[in-house]
Every structure is written in C-alpha cells, then in structure tokens.
T-cell receptor, first 113, second 114 residues
C-alpha cells in the first residue's frame, strides 16, 4: 500500500517567517492533495496537484508536485497566526474497487507572534 | 453547498455499548467516505459508497464496524460492542463523482469509550 511521509512532524515559526512542509510518497503519485485541519475539526481542502511539475498558489500558500521524486512541497510565505493548524497531504490510492484518498500523518504548525 | 454534516459532534459511551453516527453528504454528491483519525495520525480510510452501493469493506477495522447508505443519501456508521481502542474522531467525506477528485469533509464525530 502507498505510504506518505510528511516532514517535519511539527513546526513552530515566528509570524512573518516563511516555511516549507514536505510530503514524500513510497509509490508513484497520480494525484496529490493538501488539506488543513484545525484541532478537533474536519479537513479543509487547500489544493490538488495532478501533473509532474505542477505548481499552484492560493493567497500565501504555494504547492508543487515533483513526480519524479514522488514528492510534494507546501510553502507558506509570511506566515500568520491564521495559518496555524495541521497540514495533511493525501494521495489517490488504488483499491480493488476504485480510488480512495490515503493520508500522511500530518505536520502541526504553530505561528507565534 | 450546505456542506457535509455529521451528528453527533461528540459521543461518550461505556465499553460494550453500541454507537451509531450519521453523515449527511452534500446533496448532489454520489460518493461518500468514512475515515477514522486517532491523535497524531492522519485520517485512515474505512469504507466508501457509490450512491447506495458499498464498494469497499475490506478496510473496516473489524466485524464490529458496519456502514449503510440505504437510499444513497445519508449514511450511518455503527460500532457494536465498543472497546476503548475505538476512541477516535470519525470523519465523513463526500465527492461528486467517481473518485480522483477532492473530498469535502464534515467536522467529524469524536468518540470517547470509557
């Protein structure tokens, strides 16, 4: 089965600083998704990447997919307290019956004033 | 979109009791998924439905777990004879079509088994 490893596991940054979260897959990536989760709540969709070399941005968050390296990165520019939460990468995992999303363990982000 | 709705938000039960959770997906979504998430881990896939058909059962954690989506709309997840190890967040998600697209998640049901 496909495994997704996220690094770092946790991150504390000062407000205004940039940061990067990585997600590495044990198998070829066909679709890579980034979600954000506030503690004790559901997941909020951020971005989906489907092609090698694809890069998407939304506000101050940019995600890239390196298909050859089976890796994706999420970069936050000029972090704010509102960016705090758990960032999860997910990948399409092929089952006998179709696809389901498989997730990494997440990266916990805290932004300090 | 009114969003994916899950009830209850929190459930406290005693070991050995049965519990049932409900999920109402976004109305035009055909796919419905159940996940379990424990502290410090990512969501773990359990099962999913295409309309009323349950397409994958093999990932359900034991035969104490069962799910239904009788009319292809809302779904229920039941855990029989709960154990302390069942304590977790149970998440429901839905999507419009047949997979390989973003999922919309509910807020989850937090289960505590005493």
């Amino acid at each position: 089965s496909q495994e997704l490893e996220q690094s770092p596991q946790s991150l504390i940054v000062q407000e205004g600083k940039n940061l990067t979260i990585n997600c590495t897959s044990s198998k070829t990536l066909y679709g890579l998704y980034w979600y954000k989760q506030k503690y004790g709540e559901g997941l909020i969709f951020l971005m989906m990447l489907q092609k090698g070399g694809e890069e998407k941005s939304h506000e101050k968050i940019t995600a890239k997919l390196d298909e050859k390296k089976q890796q994706s990165s999420l970069h936050i520019t000029a972090s704010q307290p509102s960016h705090a939460g758990i960032y999860l990468c997910g990948a399409d995992s092929l089952l006998d019956s179709g696809y389901a999303l498989n997730f990494g363990k997440g990266t916990s982000l805290l932004v300090t004033p | 979109d009114t969003g994916v709705s899950q009830n209850p938000r929190h459930k406290i039960t005693k070991r050995g009791q049965n519990v049932t959770f409900r999920c109402d997906p976004i109305s035009e979504h055909n796919r419905l998924y159940w996940y379990r998430q424990t502290l410090g881990q990512g969501p773990e896939f359990l099962t999913y439905f295409q309309n009323e058909a349950q397409l994958e059962k093999s990932r359900l954690l034991s035969d104490r777990f069962s799910a239904e989506r009788p009319k292809g709309s809302f779904s229920t997840l039941e855990i029989q004879r709960t154990e302390q190890g069942d304590s977790a967040m149970y998440l429901c998600a839905s999507s419009r079509n047949s997979g390989r697209e973003k999922l919309f998640f509910g807020s989850g049901t937090q289960l505590s088994v005493l």
